[in-house]
């Protein structure tokens, strides 16, 4: 895969993250396949497996997020504007005329 250097860069970052917060997951993947003999790798154990990897793919996309634009607003939001007329106190409709 061909990257700019901005890009590759971008990796390198999500790499260096991703590895550091995902090695609690690699280690308990490592520990359940050294733990089964061959005739217990599938089955329940793939189910186990694929929720170890799932976690690792969350971790991904928290650290390509992580480093990127928030696209939120900046310091705190503006008071509400104050209301003109008192909403009205009765929950039926107006008579007909």
């Known amino acids: ?6 890009q590759e860069a971008e990796a390198r970052r999500i790499y260096d993250a991703l590895r550091a917060a995902a090695d609690t997951e690699i280690l ?3 520990r359940l ?3 089964k003999p061959d005739s217990q790798i ?4 793939e189910f186990q497996v694929r929720d170890l990897v799932h976690k690792i793919g969350a971790r991904a996309i928290e650290a390509a997020l992580d480093g990127r634009k928030k696209g939120g607003t900046r310091g705190p939001a503006p ?3 104050p209301a003109t007329t008192a909403p009205a106190s009765s ?3 107006p008579a007909a005329p």
Do not use: E, H, N
């Not at 895969?1 to 901005?6: K, N, V």
């Open 42 to 45: 599938f089955g329940q154990t």
């Open 91 to 93: 929950a039926t409709p």
């Open 33 to 35: 396949l050294a733990s």
């Open 28 to 30: 308990a993947l490592a």
């Open 79 to 81: 008071a509400a504007r």
């Open 1 to 6: 895969m061909d990257l700019t250097p901005d």
